[in-house]
């Protein structure tokens, strides 16, 4: 089993940045490739960030591409999310988890671990 919390979410105004943290218990987190997902009010959960189990590579949604950055320091079982230049369209409920397929995965289907979701709110 694994246990997720995710921090470092809040209030910002567009154009802002926020660094989400997401610290993962136990030994065995370099097993688990990651993923960002969000939600927003009235809408479905979709993928934002993914990185491979060693960090050597990483996906991102075509809306975030080029703002946010996704690593990983698996020595403190943590997974981060830099995100610049924030919109008012990057509302949301945001999510880490946990999947073990190879490589790294799109897909919210294949991830078996959920945080309880930290939240993001910019302001125009």
């Known amino acids: 089993q694994v246990q997720l919390v995710e921090s470092g979410g809040g209030l910002v105004q567009a154009g802002g940045s926020l660094r989400l943290s997401c610290a993962a218990s136990?030994?065995?987190?370099?097993?688990?490739?990651m993923g960002w997902f969000r939600q927003a009010p009235g809408k479905e959960r979709e993928f934002v960030a993914t990185?491979?189990?060693?960090?050597?590579?990483?996906s991102y949604a075509d809306s975030v591409k080029g703002r946010f950055t996704i690593s990983r320091d698996n020595a403190k079982n943590t997974v981060y999310l830099q995100m610049n230049t924030l919109k008012p369209e990057d509302t949301a409920v945001y999510y880490c988890a946990t999947t073990r397929v190879l490589g790294y995965s799109t897909d919210y289907n294949q991830y078996s671990y959920w945080g309880q979701g930290t939240r993001v709110t910019v302001s125009s």
């Open positions: 136990g030994r065995t987190f370099s097993n688990f490739a």
């Open positions: 990185i491979s189990r060693s960090g050597g590579s990483t």
